[in-house]
């Protein structure tokens, strides 16, 4: 049976679809679509009475395959990450996948700390779960000093973990910086995302076991 020239597209059209149902990326399953898509619309153009229903239908597909295709090029990025950010990810994090510390970390604010700066005040609930990526924070009890919490460690954690108020006052020994996350938006955002809290939940558990044990990332007197 011979093949009508225009024919020729459909088959074509056709042979791409195929080759998208078989791929494997979803990247590479939308541009197949898309240009089945495309090869497919001069057929329908160049009938002798335009079909133009399947002509907007692949428009439409189109259009959100390729509207797709951008968001997935968006998330491919590779991840680039600010001074502050690496220190901190070089600070205990590396277990977690670089986009999500990314989005981890887009959801704290970074502040430079003059000394004295306090982060928990005795007697309040903890509000929010600080992290210093420089100097010192010095933990106290009525007077009493009870040590300090070397850059990389959480500050106000365990008072949120428990839900009480904080028995200590921690204020920054030193000039610093450090990163704050409200603890309201932080439990939102990892309810929603259960791997990533996963892997907090892992780097909390760590943090709370070295200053329990004092190790070197610990508590230091
Ligand atoms: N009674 C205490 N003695 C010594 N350190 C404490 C005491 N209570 C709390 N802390 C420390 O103070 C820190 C405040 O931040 P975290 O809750 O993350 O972890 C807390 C402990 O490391």
Same mark, same amino acid.
């Given at each position: ?28 399953? =939308? ?22 229903? *399947? ?20 998330? =491919?990025? *590779? @991840? ?6 690496? =220190? ?35 007697? $309040? *609930? ?15 009890? +009525? +007077? ?11 500050? +106000? ?22 990163? =704050? ?18 892997? @907090?939940?892992?780097?909390? $558990?760590?943090?709370?076991?070295? $200053?329990?044990? +004092?190790? $070197? ?5």
């Amino acid at each position: 049976m011979p093949i009508a020239p225009l024919d020729i597209l459909v088959h074509a059209s056709n042979i791409l679809l195929l080759v998208a149902y078989s791929v494997r990326d979803i990247l590479w399953l =939308r541009w197949f679509a898309v240009a089945a898509a495309l090869t497919n619309i001069p057929f329908f153009l160049l009938q002798e009475t335009v079909l133009w229903p *399947p002509v907007m239908w692949a428009c439409v597909f189109t259009a959100i395959n390729l509207a797709q295709i951008w968001r997935i090029y968006l998330q =491919r990025r *590779p @991840v680039r990450l600010t001074g502050d950010e690496q =220190r901190l990810y070089a600070l205990g994090f590396d277990s977690i996948r670089p986009r999500d510390f990314l989005s981890l970390t887009m959801l704290g604010a970074w502040e430079d700390a003059p000394e004295g700066k306090r982060l928990l005040e005795a007697g $309040k *609930p903890a509000e929010e779960v600080c992290i210093a990526i420089d100097g010192t924070v010095a933990m106290s009890r +009525g +007077g009493e000093n009870l040590g300090v919490l070397m850059p990389g460690q959480l500050v +106000g954690v365990t008072m949120v973990l428990i839900g009480e108020p904080s028995p200590v006052d921690a204020r920054f020994a030193t000039r610093g910086r450090y990163i =704050r996350w409200p603890v309201g938006r932080l439990r939102v955002f990892l309810d929603a995302r259960p791997e990533l809290r996963a892997a @907090v939940l892992a780097h909390v $558990k760590q943090d709370i076991a070295r $200053k329990l044990y +004092g190790t $070197k990332a610990g508590v230091a007197a």
